[in-house]
Nanobody
């Protein structure tokens, strides 16, 4: 059974920092690209950051220079370090694991349950 369990969300003041974690089990973690997505009320889910199995990272323009995604393959965990947070970062943050196996043209896509991040004074 595949499980992605996010933690680390909560209330943080503008300009503060927060680190989200996503512990993964049930898959060969090192083979998967891992991503963080977020969804604010009334908005669609959007990509925040992604890290490939090889460690290449990409970020949404809105978080570049403020957020850092990283992974620890020994711990099967992906992190999102959030700094200089803004009220507009308020959302439910979801962890995603994604793999496309070209040889069999099959896609694997798994999601966590989400963790709330609220940026407010």
């Amino acid at each position: 059974q595949v499980q992605l369990v996010e933690s680390g969300g909560g209330l943080v003041q503008p300009g503060g920092s927060l680190r989200l974690s996503c512990a993964v089990s049930g898959i060969v973690f090192r083979n998967y690209a891992m991503g963080w997505y977020r969804q604010a009320p009334g908005n669609q889910r959007e990509l925040v950051a992604v890290i490939s199995s090889g460690g290449t990272t990409n970020y949404a323009d809105s978080v570049k220079g403020r957020f850092t995604i990283s992974r620890d393959n020994a711990r099967n965990t992906v992190y999102l370090q959030m700094t200089s947070v803004k009220p507009e970062d308020t959302a439910v943050y979801y962890c995603n694991a994604h793999l496309f196996v070209l040889a069999i043209k099959k896609e694997y896509d798994y999601w966590g349950q989400g963790t709330q991040v609220t940026v407010s004074s």
